[in-house]
């Protein structure tokens, strides 16, 4: 049985959900019934849900009854930015507007950076970038119901289904806690949701109420957008004051034993010491002892970078190196002449 507390968000999530369905027009409540698959797994998840989580049966068979099958989604996970050349995938992001907002995003906020980066050791211009990259500081939050998203990808996405549809889950499940309206919000293709473009359990995990007034709200708090990113990758292994990544030379040819990484994440397995000692010169100093990886990516020919634990932190934000590159050059674009973030 639901405790009195869920009881109330189960109350407050069905008035949401009735008031919605009554003001949605009806060709956007039916749903297109997709692939064999969409409807019959869609009906097992509604078992899991009720039986697991206490929901109302009949309040949710009415919310997924207005989830859609989006054949477009698909087709967009099948063309994903990150499968771009690093020099395709930069010029998307790293560009005079971004830039620009990106300054203007850093004085308006400054306190409010100040205090995130006082907490958790993260610099203001690389939350800002973030934030940048991924919404144009809040200027795009996406197009698509996070409902039918995530509904589609987690029953008639065979290659992903298990993930999309446990973030379906934990999107019900933020909906129910946080009091969000789960038919109108609106998201990326993938179901990520807000400035900071957080996926549901993203959001659930490491969501944090900077402002103190009770939600953890990552469309129209500021403070809780900037917090959240902070957090995020602190939880992650940011590592207060120390660099990201370096670009780099080969002095020669590399000396057997050392591997190099492309647009997946590495871990770092060597020291910067070994990799100068195989051939590898970083345009920047860096500490000899300090945990490295070599990845080489393509802009008019091969570009290497010495990437190192912070550099690993921001993939797990986006797990792409194209992304975390993208975040570290936006950044040092915007950052004031004095702060130099990965130096």
């Known amino acids: 049985m639901p405790t009195p507390q869920c009881a109330g968000r189960l109350r407050a999530l069905a008035t949401l959900l009735m008031a919605s369905l009554l003001t949605t027009p009806l060709a956007g409540v039916l749903a297109d019934s997709g692939p064999a ?4 797994e869609r009906d097992r998840f509604i078992d899991e849900m009720v039986a697991e989580q206490g929901f109302d049966r009949s309040e949710l068979t009415a919310l997924m009854a207005g989830a859609r099958y989006q054949q477009s989604i698909v087709d967009a996970m099948n063309r994903p930015y990150e499968a771009k050349p690093w020099g395709q995938y930069r010029a998307l992001f790293v560009t005079p507007e971004r830039i620009t907002g990106g300054q203007r995003f850093l004085a308006e906020h ?58 379906l889950k934990e999107f019900l499940l933020l909906a129910r806690e946080e009091a969000v309206d789960p ?34 709200n990552l469309w129209d708090s500021d403070a809780d957008v900037i917090g959240s990113v902070g957090a995020y990758l602190a939880r992650h292994g940011w590592q207060r004051g120390q660099p990201i990544a370096s670009a780099a030379t080969l002095t020669g040819p590399l000396k057997p034993g050392v591997e190099v990484g492309g647009k997946r994440p590495v ?70 002449a004095e702060s130099s973030p990965g130096d």
């Not at 698959?37 to 019959?40: E, P, Q, R, T, V």
């Not at 091969?302 to 975040?327: G, K, M, Q, V």
């Open 37 to 40: 698959s969409y409807l019959s």
């Open 110 to 167: 400054q306190a409010l950076l100040a205090q995130v980066e006082s907490a958790y050791g993260v610099p203001a211009e690389i939350i800002t970038a973030i934030i940048g990259i991924e919404t144009n500081y809040g200027g795009t939050l996406g197009s698509h119901r996070v409902l039918d998203a995530l509904s589609t990808l987690g029953f008639a996405y065979p290659r992903r289904s298990a993930f999309f549809r446990k973030e």
């Open 183 to 216: 038919v109108t919000v609106l998201g990326s293709y993938a179901g990520a949701v807000g400035k900071p473009q957080f996926i549901p359990s993203s959001y659930r995990a490491y969501a944090v109420d900077l402002d103190g007034d009770g939600q953890r």
């Open 267 to 336: 871990v770092p397995g060597f020291t910067v010491a070994q990799l100068e000692a195989a051939g590898v010169e970083p345009e920047q100093t860096l500490d000899p002892g300090a945990r490295a990886a070599l990845i080489e990516l393509d802009r008019n020919g091969p570009e290497y970078w010495i990437t190192l634990d912070n550099f690993y932190a921001i993939t797990r934000y986006n797990h792409s190196n194209l992304y975390a590159l993208a975040a570290l050059e936006l950044s040092r674009a915007i950052a004031p």
